[in-house]
């Protein structure tokens, strides 16, 4: 009988020596799981981080170019002003020869 018992627990400890191997391999293989997740997080955030750098830097680019826009069609209605009063004038000095 004891014999019996000895043979049994040998077997119960073999098995839980490969069930630790089996759980060593697992923990291996999830910390390179969770390192290779950590590393693409990283470059997510890095990644993110520059694209709103980017965002910000055509923001302000847009900004720039609609504020020379408006300027430029201010100065435009200005010239174009000009032009009409200078035609008026000319036409009123030719219809005065």
């Known amino acids: 009988d004891a014999n019996r018992q000895i043979s049994e627990y040998k077997f119960k400890l073999s098995k ?3 069930d ?3 759980l060593e ?3 291996g293989r999830l ?3 969770v390192a290779r997740y950590k ?3 990283e470059n997510a955030e890095k990644v ?3 694209l709103k750098a980017e965002k910000r830097k055509l923001q ?3 900004r720039t170019a609609l504020d020379r826009i408006e300027e430029m069609e201010m100065t435009n209605g200005h010239l174009m002003k000009r032009l009409e009063k200078m035609k008026a004038n000319r036409t009123a000095l ?3 020869q």
């Open 16 to 18: 839980a020596e490969q």
């Open 20 to 22: 630790i191997t089996t």
């Open 25 to 27: 391999q697992n923990i």
């Open 31 to 33: 910390e390179g799981q």
């Open 39 to 41: 590393t693409a997080a």
């Open 48 to 50: 993110e981080d520059e």
């Open 60 to 62: 302000r680019e847009l």
């Open 94 to 96: 030719l219809s005065q």
